[in-house]
């Protein structure tokens, strides 16, 4: 079983930029795909961003691609994913989630793990 647990997320004036953290505990996640999605009031859980298990390849939601960044540390067992040029429509509850597979890395149901969230706000 893998636990994850997000940190990072807060307040932040638009153009701002915050790092957010995914640490993984229970087992190792060197062999796991780890994707980002956020979840606005009243909206789907959408993708973000996605990171095969080296590192290698990366995906993005379109809207973010230029201002997010996606990377992993497998010697700590954490994902990150740095947000900058932060505009309010950016503003959601933000999971980070692993999987086996590296397909459907868009996907949220074939995820199986999940944290809890961390909220990011943006103001205008």
């Known amino acids: 079983q893998v636990q994850l647990v997000e940190t990072g997320g807060g307040l932040v004036q638009a153009g701002g930029s915050l790092r957010l953290s995914c640490a993984a505990s229970g087992r190792t996640i060197s062999t796991y795909a780890m994707g980002w999605f956020r979840q606005a009031p009243g909206k789907e859980r959408e993708f973000v961003a996605a990171?095969?298990?080296?590192?290698?390849?990366?995906w993005y939601l379109d809207s973010v691609k230029g201002r997010f960044t996606i990377s992993r540390d497998n010697a700590k067992n954490t994902g990150y994913l740095q947000m900058n040029s932060l505009k309010p429509e950016d503003t959601a509850v933000y999971y980070c989630?692993?999987?086996?597979?590296?397909?459907?890395?868009?996907?949220?149901?074939?995820?199986?793990?999940w944290g809890q969230g961390t909220q990011v706000t943006v103001s205008s």
């Open positions: 989630a692993a999987k086996r597979s590296i397909v459907s890395l868009r996907v949220a149901r074939d995820y199986d793990y």
């Open positions: 990171i095969n298990w080296s590192g290698d390849n990366t």
